[in-house]
């Protein structure tokens, strides 16, 4: 807790003037970064247009998903540490361009193969903008407004994922077969111009409270080949990959030991690491906030694949029937997270608690319900149960990014955000793997019945958000007991009484 006390003064005593644009170049910075990761998730319920569109098989269209999740989980950590350096505004500008132009690549792409390409570079680019996102409201923000402003950026991150399979649907049903997939990524560009334009003269130049020392790049280069190493085979889950990959976790496992070993050998030399791992030991919040994004995301994320499953192959619904049947989750993350950024400041890792509390109840009841609702009525019957779980969510991502991020210096909030990310994005990966893996091994044991495979599905999602549920209470825990010890010392201390 002394800790907490020193790193929060020194927060407070850096020179800041609020911005008289803060607010609008928020807005700004997280509607270019809710399109990024809308990207994620959806263009997963268009594979089936792609796929008749540009006559590919299921593995190649497969690579439009996988490819662009496996890009954007590299960038994340190097393009964090570049922010910090040489401007996170800059950074931004030239990310969100990449985009826009990638997006227009995707879009008019003729073949599989140069879409495929096309998505690995838009990973890219949106990978780089992630982390500067966070690192912009390091740099605007302070005490409570930074609470409210990183409410309104975990919000994006839960909505965005949840109203993937939405907003795909929605085009999907207005602009039709075959060539319908293209505008998922054709609205990326109106909407991307505008941003750069806004973002140009809106994003405030920044400090980054640190000089421009040279970039660790045999640093990013380990850690790279290690997320490459840990996300290759997951993303190629559905075609064998983590069957025929596997001996690249421990090869993963061994570039990650010496990708620490590398980290620790810059600090001792007095250099600039890529990842300072003092944010891990000695940044209150950061670690606990860190593995609790991991565990949830690990969870969170696999179900959106098994519901469009269940609904589109199972009951036959049409891409939008299917993204409608979860639009519960995503209002009552929308509204939650909000009030949440409110609140955090106040309550701390208790609401995080109670978020991982109500999402365990939503999916537990969410499971129950398709595994007992006639098929007809199953969109509308899951609807209390999402809008519970929904409302955890946004009660669990928005603060927990908080917590986590808001003792980080100034000078590492680009790097730290984007190992946030990082660890989000591997559990995302992983979890996709495993829910999805459990849904297709149950379907076939319980002789195709799509109820019992999405009741499995989500059991598995249900056990994961336990795990994060425990470790959150640990944390809570632990900063109770640090609040007690503070206040017995600050009891113990000699009064002095003046005798004037």
């Known amino acids: 807790m002394a800790e907490l006390e020193v790193r929060s003064q020194a927060m407070t005593s850096e020179a800041y003037t609020p911005d008289p644009r803060r607010w609008r170049a928020l807005t700004v910075t997280l509607a270019a970064g809710f399109m990024t990761l809308l990207d994620v998730s959806i263009?997963?319920?268009?594979?089936?247009?792609?796929?008749?569109?540009?006559?590919?098989?299921?593995?190649?269209?497969?690579?439009?998903?996988?490819?662009?999740?496996l890009t954007f989980g590299l960038a994340l950590v190097p393009a964090g540490r570049l922010g910090d350096a040489y401007g996170r505004r800059r950074l931004f500008l030239i990310a969100l361009v990449a985009f826009v132009v990638c997006s227009a690549a995707c879009g008019i792409a003729p073949s599989i193969e140069l879409l495929i390409v096309a998505r690995l570079l838009q990973g890219l680019a949106a990978g780089t903008l992630a982390p500067q996102n966070s690192g912009l409201i390091q740099n605007?923000?302070?005490?409570?407004?930074?609470?409210?402003?990183?409410?309104?950026?975990?919000?994006?991150?839960?909505?965005?994922?949840?109203?993937?399979?939405?907003?795909?649907?929605?085009?999907l049903a207005?602009?039709?077969?075959?060539?319908?997939?293209?505008?998922?990524?054709?609205?990326?560009?109106?909407?991307?111009?505008?941003?750069?334009?806004?973002?140009?003269?809106?994003?405030?130049?920044?400090?980054?409270?640190?000089?421009r020392k040279p970039i660790d790049w045999t640093g990013a280069a380990l850690l790279g080949l290690a997320v490459l190493a840990l996300l290759f085979p997951l993303?190629?889950?559905?075609?064998?990959?983590?069957?025929?990959?596997?001996?690249?976790?421990?090869l993963g496992a061994v570039l990650a030991v010496l990708f620490v070993l590398w980290e620790r050998r810059e600090l001792r030399?007095?250099?600039?690491?890529?990842?300072?791992?003092?944010?891990?030991?000695?940044?209150?919040?950061?670690?606990?906030?860190?593995?609790?994004?991991?565990?949830?995301?690990?969870?969170?994320?696999?179900?959106?694949?098994?519901?469009?499953?269940?609904?589109?192959?199972?009951?036959?619904?049409?891409?939008?029937?299917?993204?409608?049947?979860?639009t519960a989750f995503a209002v009552g993350s929308a509204v939650s997270a909000v009030v949440a950024g409110r609140l955090v400041e106040r309550l701390g890792r208790k609401l995080t608690v109670v978020g991982l509390s109500l999402v365990t109840a939503g999916i537990t009841a969410s499971a129950l319900v398709l595994l007992l609702a006639p098929g007809d009525l199953a969109g509308f019957w899951i609807a209390p149960a999402l809008l519970v779980g929904g409302i955890g969510g946004g009660f669990t991502i928005s603060p927990n990014i908080t917590m986590t991020l808001r003792n980080v210096p100034v000078r590492m909030a680009g790097s730290a955000g984007g190992a946030l990310q990082t660890g989000q994005r591997v559990g995302a990966a992983v979890g996709t793997a495993l829910v999805a893996g459990v849904f297709y091994a149950v379907l076939a044991a319980a002789g195709n019945s799509y109820p019992v495979a999405i009741a499995g599905a989500l059991a598995v999602a249900v056990l994961t958000t336990l795990v994060a549920l425990g470790v959150a209470i640990v944390d809570?825990?632990?900063?109770?007991?640090?609040?007690?010890?503070?206040?017995?010392?600050?009891?113990?201390?000699?009064?002095?009484?003046?005798?004037?």
């Open 476 to 500: 809570l825990r632990h900063e109770r007991r640090a609040i007690h010890d503070a206040d017995l010392a600050e009891a113990a201390a000699p009064h002095h009484v003046s005798h004037d």
């Open 235 to 250: 993303v190629q889950a559905e075609s064998g990959g983590v069957a025929r990959f596997w001996w690249l976790f421990p």
């Open 174 to 211: 207005a602009f039709g077969e075959p060539d319908g997939w293209r505008w998922i990524f054709y609205v990326n560009v109106p909407i991307g111009v505008l941003a750069v334009v806004l973002a140009a003269r809106l994003v405030p130049k920044v400090g980054t409270g640190g000089d």
């Open 43 to 69: 263009v997963s319920v268009a594979l089936p247009s792609i796929q008749q569109g540009l006559a590919t098989n299921p593995a190649g269209a497969q690579w439009v998903v996988s490819g662009y999740a």
């Open 140 to 171: 605007l923000f302070r005490g409570a407004e930074r609470g409210r402003a990183f409410g309104f950026f975990g919000a994006t991150v839960g909505i965005s994922t949840a109203a993937g399979p939405i907003v795909g649907g929605l085009l």
């Open 269 to 326: 030399r007095a250099r600039e690491p890529l990842l300072d791992l003092r944010l891990l030991t000695e940044t209150s919040g950061y670690a606990p906030g860190a593995l609790v994004g991991l565990v949830y995301f690990t969870g969170f994320s696999g179900v959106w694949i098994v519901f469009a499953q269940f609904f589109q192959n199972g009951l036959g619904y049409t891409p939008l029937q299917s993204g409608l049947s979860v």
